[in-house]
Every structure is written in C-alpha cells, then in structure tokens.
C-alpha cells in the first residue's frame, strides 16, 4: 500500500467519523486557528490502529505520518500523524527525529509537542548516546517549543531519568518568563519528586525558579 492511500483512508475514517457538534468547541478549548472535524482523541487512536492493522513498512508509515501533518485541513489529521509515528515499526527510531522536530516547530502548541515528548523519551531510552546531546542543545534552541520538549521528554521514565541531563535543561530555561516552558519545569520536577523527593527538594531550595514551576515541583511533597 502506498503512504498516499494510507493517508487517505485515514482521512475518510476521520470523516466518517466526524461530529459537527463537538468540532467548535474543541476548537475553542484548544486556541486552534484549524478547524476540528469534532473527533475524540481515543477515537483518532483507534481509528488509525484499524486503517495501519497489520502494516508493519517504517517508510509507508512515516510517509503517511508526514502527509496528513503538512496536508492537514483539520487538527485530527495531525493528531492522526502523532498516532501513527507511536506505532511499533517508528518508535525508537533515529531517523524519525526529523520527522519529530518538525511536527514540534510547525505544530507549536502543547498538545502536539506533548505528545510527540512520548516519542522522545522512548528515543532517548534506546539510544542515549545519541539523544543526550541532542536534547542539551535543543534546551537552548530559539523555539519555545522545542525547548518544552527537552524538558519534558524524561517524562515516563521513572528511575531510569538522567538527572545531569534534567538539571542541564531546566537550568537552561530556569529564567524563562514563557508560562509553557514555567510550566513544563515543574511538571518535569514534580513527576521525578515521586521517585527521589529528596533530589527535588535539594534543586528547588538551590534555584530561584519561578512561583509556578517551584509550585508544581512541590505540589505532592
């Protein structure tokens, strides 16, 4: 199957699919300057599980993901895009990095690059050698949101987190005024203080971090 016939055959599912009633609200809720066909984000998931069953191409897959992002007319085809670069033959992947900066630099809103941090983390755990460096540079990178996703692509990972590399971009991105990189600080701190509190109340009393991220950090200790 090619990737444009994938990508079609999604596009008509979501169609399919579509409830007027709920698209302007969604819409709203969601600040989106693209219409919505009114489709829930389970039922994205799993309408692309049904049309990609049994595909198992990385290329057909990863051609279909980047042709609903860049022809998208509505928000669920890209959603429809993040959903397909989850499945098994694209996760983990090097290659897909590129795949995954664009849909953060072009996507720019915190529902898609919160999603795409899945990604990363999944990234990040099979190839940290590769990755590591990667997220330390992109902490200090001109978009906001690729340096949310920095922050924010341990999340997940438990026990497993690096902390050189959790404190190497926040530290980046301590004194940043933007309410979504604030934010993402103490998200990133308050899941990593469910596993070592005591790291976190070490780095928060080190740091004058914002009000809000100092907050979220702390929320459940």
Do not use: C
Not at 155 to 182: K, M, P, Q, S, Y
Request: aromatic share 6%.
């Amino acid at each position: 199957m090619p990737s444009a016939e994938l990508a079609t055959r999604i596009r008509l599912a979501l169609l399919d699919a579509a409830d007027p009633a709920l698209a302007p609200a969604q819409q709203s809720y969601m600040k989106s300057s693209m219409p919505f066909y009114g489709v829930r984000m389970p039922l994205v998931r799993r309408l692309v599980s049904a049309q990609a069953k049994g595909l198992t191409d990385p290329e057909l897959l990863r051609g279909a993901a980047l042709l609903l992002w860049r022809d998208a007319t509505h928000r669920e085809e890209r959603y429809a895009a993040t959903t397909l670069t989850a499945l098994r033959p694209l996760r983990a992947r090097l290659d897909m990095l590129p795949v995954h900066e664009e849909m953060i630099r072009t996507g720019a809103w915190w529902d898609h690059v919160d999603e795409i941090a899945h990604r990363l983390a999944e990234t990040l755990a099979a190839h940290p050698g590769e990755m590591t460096p990667l997220l330390r540079d992109w902490s200090g990178d001109v978009d906001m949101w690729i340096r949310r996703a920095s922050i924010i692509a341990q999340l997940g990972r438990r026990g497993e987190t690096d902390r050189d590399l959790l404190t190497t971009v926040i530290d980046a991105n301590a004194a940043d005024r933007e309410f979504f990189i604030r934010k993402a600080i103490g998200w990133a701190l308050r899941e990593m203080a469910r596993i070592d509190p005591d790291w976190v109340r070490a780095f928060v009393d080190a740091r004058d971090l914002s009000p809000l991220s100092r907050r979220e950090a702390l929320k459940h200790l």
